[in-house]
């Protein structure tokens, strides 16, 4: 199984302002994923974080928005630009390799005041 | 893009043993069914896999008929500790539906003494 760490775990922001969150892989892995999450409510996929190139977004989510980074096999970050208070939320980053199971990370608690 | 249906919500008491049923009538020949838990202020955490008949581990069992189109999760003797969100998910990285996984509704299960 991968273990994913996520930084930072929870941040109170600024409207207007923006924040980037780190996901980070104890090993290798072929796919990563950004997903957001309402409180109470399921899981929405944001995008696949692609090594070496730019992300695929899902329907809703675009990169000027959220800015998707994947430099190397093991780590991702995804930056929620130019926040507002619909931006709070819980972020979550997903990775596993092809075939197999998924695992997530803890996830990032952003509210945005 | 194979869309789930579960039950929102169920109850159970300390002891007995859970079913959840979920239906996938347009799963992809190429897909998993996978099924992940998922506490408060925690990521899901995956549970079981299966493509077809039975699959036991030491945490559940997931039965799947021969058509595919429906899955069972099976908790054995549940405690408080199980109360948690269940997802019933179909597809798998790098295979099957788009080669990523699309949370549903998830149900809720409560479990009282």
């Known amino acids: 199984s991968a273990v994913i760490s996520q930084k930072p775990s929870r941040d109170i922001c600024q409207r207007g302002t923006s924040l980037t969150i780190q996901c980070q892989v104890d090993?290798?892995?072929?796919?990563m994923f950004w997903y957001r999450q309402q409180p109470g409510q399921s899981l929405t996929l944001i995008a696949t974080?692609?090594?070496?190139?730019?992300?695929?977004?899902e329907s809703g989510f675009v990169i000027d928005k959220f800015p998707i980074s994947r430099p190397n096999l093991t780590f991702s970050t995804l930056t929620v630009s130019n926040m507002s208070p619909e931006d709070s939320s819980i972020y979550l980053c997903?990775?596993?390799?092809?075939?197999?199971?998924?695992?997530f990370g803890q996830g990032t608690r952003l509210t945005v005041v | 893009l194979a869309k789930t249906t579960q039950p929102i919500s169920m109850d159970s008491y300390e002891g007995q043993e859970v079913n959840i049923t979920c239906s996938h009538n347009?799963?992809?020949?190429?897909?998993?069914i996978t099924w992940y838990q998922q506490f408060p202020s925690q990521g899901p955490r995956f549970i079981i896999q299966?493509?077809?008949t039975k699959v036991t581990n030491e945490v559940a069992s997931l039965f799947i008929p021969a058509d595919r189109k429906s899955s069972t999760l099976s908790l054995p003797r549940v405690s408080l500790s199980d109360t948690a969100v269940y997802y019933c998910?179909?597809?798998?990285?790098?295979?099957?539906?788009?080669?990523?996984?699309?949370f549903g509704t998830g149900t809720r299960l409560q479990v009282t003494l």
């Open positions: 997903s990775a596993g390799q092809a075939g197999a199971e998924a695992f």
């Open positions: 090993s290798q892995v072929t796919m």
């Open positions: 974080a692609n090594q070496g190139s730019e992300a695929t977004y």
């Open positions: 347009n799963i992809a020949t190429n897909d998993y």
């Open positions: 299966g493509y077809k």
């Open positions: 998910l179909v597809g798998a990285l790098g295979t099957g539906t788009a080669s990523k996984l699309t």
